[in-house]
């Protein structure tokens, strides 16, 4: 039901310019999860994965053995139960050796291991790239390698959003700060065989009009071209929207395009989780700030028709904090096939602790889109504070966390929505 790359339509963007509100609609929302016990990790802030067999994979800000946070996998019901049963699958335990305070989503790769980063921790506190090996026997621990600590030099330093797998292969993020000119980095980590991987910088943003402190989670298409967001930089230092370009001929520059500089409030600032892409090649994201009230906004930016020329960004919705939620903050998007969008706003709604929020397109010869608030958090006992956004399982169902909130500790909750 859910793709992030694909839509079977395309849409005029140019056209629109505002957005209808609907009242809460009656999708299926419940919490599968509380943390309650802090030993086994609290307040996540990330994205989640899904492997094949339904089960979730995430981090744990907080929490664990020393407070530093953990890796859980939440295995669904079986059986004919109804509980949904974690796992912790790690606990960062050492701040030099293993980095700490996980604020990013894991990836998984096809033999089910498990790949993510660190802000923080490592040799120099500027965080780490990590592996959790599949236990090859069942019972056995995982295994935590360390694969990478960031120096806070050329090679960046707090990486904060999720790494992705290229069609290479390789693993590709962004690191928020550090680089040639401090204001962040994208990079590659290839296999270089007995485990070990290498890194190679592919652009370091200079905080100018080409964009500072990348924080976004790439995003590719079918030619290898990446996507992203930058949160500042550009011509007002409001960020960016940004392509790079691989290597041609051989070459060994990646070549970096500004698609959109955010120049004007209203149109969004801080663009801080990146892009998703359809079909048609547009991208969509969220920003943190700005828009027309204020509390953030929809973009979408699109290629030229005649493929040459500016790209254009349209405004899909302004939030206005109450009842339609504000700040979406780290919210990616999730899109699926009829076109629709759907992600969380860390706050506003009619309770102000955060919503999860649709987003359709306009139905022909209309040109608004409209946003349905599918359920506003209370806190207790489902949560507050949706930081991460949406991710989309193969049961046709959409799961997030939330930072605060649950039934104990206020320590956070995973939750289910079935639009």
């Not at 299926?28 to 990790?41: E, N, P």
């Not at 700490?100 to 498990?114: A, M, R």
């Not at 939620?325 to 009619?350: E, F, I, M, R």
Request: aromatic share 10%; charged share 15%; proline share 6%.
């Amino acid at each position: 039901m859910f793709t992030s790359k694909a839509r079977l339509f395309g849409v005029c963007a140019a056209l629109l310019a505002s957005t209808a509100v609907m009242p809460a609609a009656a999708a299926s929302f419940k919490v599968i999860h509380s943390f309650v016990d802090v030993r086994k990790g609290a307040r996540p802030e990330a994205p989640l994965a899904s492997d094949s067999s339904g089960a979730l994979y995430g981090t744990t800000y907080t929490g664990a053995a020393n407070g530093n946070g953990t890796v859980f996998k939440l295995t669904p019901p079986v059986n004919g139960s109804k509980k949904w049963v974690e796992t912790v699958l790690h606990h960062f335990t050492d701040n030099v050796k293993n980095g700490i305070l996980p604020e990013n989503g894991v990836v998984l790769d096809s033999q089910g291991n498990i790949f993510g980063e660190t802000t923080e921790g490592g040799i120099s506190d500027s965080g780490t790239v990590f592996e959790l090996l599949r236990p090859t026997t069942q019972g056995d621990p995982w295994k935590a390698v360390v694969l990478h600590r960031f120096t806070g030099g050329k090679d960046g330093s707090a990486p904060h959003g999720t790494l992705v797998f290229g069609a290479d292969g390789n693993l590709y993020g962004t690191a928020g700060f550090g680089g040639k000119h401090g204001a962040g980095v994208v990079f590659r980590f290839s296999p270089n065989g007995a485990g070990a991987w290498k890194e190679t910088v592919l652009y370091d943003f200079a905080n100018d009009a080409n964009g500072a402190y990348p924080y976004c989670t790439p995003v590719f298409d079918a030619a290898g071209n990446l996507y992203g967001t930058t949160l500042n930089g550009g011509n007002a230092g409001n960020g960016v929207v940004f392509q790079l370009s691989p290597p041609a001929n051989g070459g060994s520059q990646w070549t970096e395009t500004v698609l959109h500089s955010f120049d004007d409030a209203d149109d969004g600032v801080e663009p801080r989780t990146g892009v998703v892409r359809d079909a048609a090649g547009n991208l969509y994201g969220t920003t943190e700030t700005g828009g027309s009230a204020g509390y953030g906004a929809v973009f979408e930016v699109s290629p030229p028709a005649g493929g040459s020329g500016p790209w254009t960004e349209t405004v899909l919705h302004n939030f206005a904090f109450s009842p339609d939620g504000g700040t979406p903050d780290y919210s990616n998007l999730v899109l699926d096939q009829a076109g629709n969008l759907y992600g969380t706003t860390q706050t506003g709604g009619t309770l102000h602790n955060g919503v999860v929020f649709k987003l359709a397109p306009p139905a022909q010869g209309e040109q608004t889109w409209t946003e349905t608030v599918l359920h506003t958090f209370a806190g207790s006992p489902d949560g507050s504070q949706p930081e991460a956004g949406l991710t989309a399982a193969a049961d046709g169902s959409l799961y997030g966390t939330t930072f605060f909130g649950g039934t104990g500790n206020d320590s956070g909750t995973v939750f289910r929505v079935t639009p």
